[in-house]
């Protein structure tokens, strides 16, 4: 009996190996991908791994201006009052921001970031507030959640942030930079999260030895997007052609982010702070990645309580992301999976989509760019045939020294020749003031921002719109209306950006006064102008 005992429990462990084999990835089966707002088949199975936005800029909070923010956001569309637990990071996931400093395609340097969830009290029927009847004296109801230490705080993550040189090659760093750091709860509402900001996310920004800051937690959606027009064969209101009549669909969500401030010097290939835009050294790669163990074993618990879960094995590659929405609008379906899986030194595998992106067809036949019929300023132009070298430029390589009217010396190139897909940051570039900053990035002017890194308030989805249907400088004979004024009609955010890392918005309240968290709209930028 207790050998017939042994081989079922043996099985079982066998089984869940498999399992987990099939599902992160063995050695020959296609490993389990997905990334960015749930564009790849396999993010719904894995949304806590779901890399949905990446953003690299040189800080512009006063005095900061010698620092580079990194920032990576996971778990989209999180409704604020989704309790009782919330939304943390999953402790079995190696998250990580990758920078590229010599054009091959390989990280030269990665921050890796893993976290470890805590219960004060595991007898609590509450999740991640409860009251502390031993701390509070009377076992009344008190504001719950007032610091990062607050024994109501029950369930609570702190997080460990790893420097990893050279190519990780799934593995975990030992140079440790930081641990034991406190993540703060999500905004759970006025009575358990009172003060949100001043009292929870503001003190959770930690500064290094090195004057490096980094922050985790729950932060406001940022990026906005007419979502249900988009992916309705861009059925887009106000005509496509207007920056305003859309409807944001990211609006009253929040989303899990992990922001990395380094000073400039830490990041260039020579460890200089360029003041050239032209010097070699200048040009960053960034992207973000997710991964896995290869190997999860799920062990019976027999009278013991739940099952014990362990993960063993190197850590295999699951989200990806760079610049934003190239797996969602240019990588086919059948490799948006492969595309979230692989690294930008293996690139050259989805040059053909990008050269000839079926999105540039889908525009011209949507918004009538080529109609037949009398030819007109309006009708004149479609987009751009295949071969499309300026998209290349943009998404892949870099854009080259003197290829920008009017800004002879911009350049965010770095590339071995091949394509490497994620943002190109140029650090010589210094910060555009407060005042005449675009949302449009380079297309509006102002070279800090898009596709030169990516700023939170930089307006991605009108920029793409336009550079697939050649409405950008790269393709003048294309730069024309309606190419160049493309648009979802949605130009602002739902919630106020912030001028101090990590950027980011203060998260929506899961329980407001009015009951409404969806219900905002204010102006992203500066002096309520939309450049």
Not at 83 to 108: A, M, Q, S, W
Not at 183 to 201: C, D, F, H, K
């Amino acid at each position: 009996m207790q050998k017939l005992f042994t081989r079922k429990m043996l099985a079982l462990a066998l089984l869940g190996a498999m399992l987990a084999m099939l599902f992160a990835g063995g050695p020959n089966t296609q490993p389990a991908q997905a990334s960015s707002h749930r564009e790849a088949p396999l993010i719904i199975a894995d949304p806590l791994a779901d890399n949905t936005d990446v953003y690299s800029f040189r800080s512009y909070e006063a005095g900061r201006e010698g620092f580079v923010t990194l920032i990576a956001n996971f778990i989209p569309f999180q409704e604020p009052s989704g309790g009782p637990h919330f939304y943390l990071f999953d402790p079995t996931v190696l998250y990580e921001i990758k920078i590229d400093n010599t054009g091959d395609g390989v990280e030269d340097i990665t921050y890796q970031f893993t976290f470890n969830t805590q219960v004060v009290n595991p007898d609590s029927a509450l999740g991640m507030a409860a009251p502390n009847e031993a701390a509070a004296g009377t076992g009344g109801i008190e504001p719950l959640i007032t610091s990062l230490n607050d024994p109501d705080y029950n369930e609570y993550q702190t997080y460990t942030v790893r420097l990893v040189q050279g190519a990780t090659n799934g593995r975990l760093g030992r140079t440790v930079l930081a641990s034991g750091l406190r993540m703060p709860p999500s905004n759970i509402g006025e009575r358990t999260t009172p003060n949100y900001e001043a009292v929870l996310g503001l003190p959770a920004v930690n500064t290094l030895s090195s004057g490096a800051r980094v922050f985790a937690g729950q932060r406001d959606e940022g990026f906005y997007i007419d979502v249900g027009a988009i992916f309705d064969t861009l059925a887009l209101r106000g005509g496509g052609i207007s920056p305003t009549g859309g409807v944001d669909g990211t609006s009253g969500f929040n989303v899990n982010t992990i922001a990395f401030e380094a000073p400039i010097q830490a990041l260039t290939r020579n460890n200089s702070v360029p003041t050239n835009p032209t010097d070699p050294n200048a040009v960053i790669g960034v992207w973000a990645t997710a991964s896995r163990q290869t190997t999860r074993v799920i062990r019976p618990s027999v009278g013991k309580g739940r099952d014990i879960t362990l993960n063993a094995g190197p850590y295999r590659q699951v989200s990806r992301l760079g610049n934003p929405l190239v797996n969602e609008l240019i990588i086919p379906l059948r490799l948006k999976d492969t595309f979230n899986a692989s690294t930008p030194a293996n690139d050259v595998q989805f040059a053909p989509f990008i050269l000839d992106p079926q999105l540039a067809r889908l525009i011209s036949a949507v918004f009538g760019i080529n109609v037949p019929g009398p030819i007109t300023p309006a009708t004149a132009f479609t987009a751009p045939p295949a071969n499309r070298t300026d998209l290349v430029a943009i998404f892949a390589t870099g854009i080259p020294a003197g290829a920008v009217p009017g800004a002879p010396t911009f350049t965010n190139f770095l590339s071995d020749g091949q394509p490497h897909e994620y943002q190109r940051l140029n650090v010589a570039i210094s910060p555009t003031p407060a005042g005449v900053r675009s949302r449009l990035g380079l297309l509006g002017n102002d070279l800090a921002g898009f596709p030169n890194g990516r700023r939170v308030f930089d307006d991605v989805v009108d920029i793409d719109l336009r550079a697939v249907a050649g409405g950008t400088p790269f393709t003048p004979a294309f730069n024309v209306f309606p190419n160049n004024v493309l648009s979802d009609g949605v130009s602002n955010n739902d919630l106020p950006y912030l001028e101090r890392f990590p950027y980011l918005g203060v998260p929506h309240s899961g329980n407001t006064k009015t009951g409404k968290p969806h219900e905002h709209h204010v102006i992203c930028c500066t002096n309520g102008v939309l450049p």
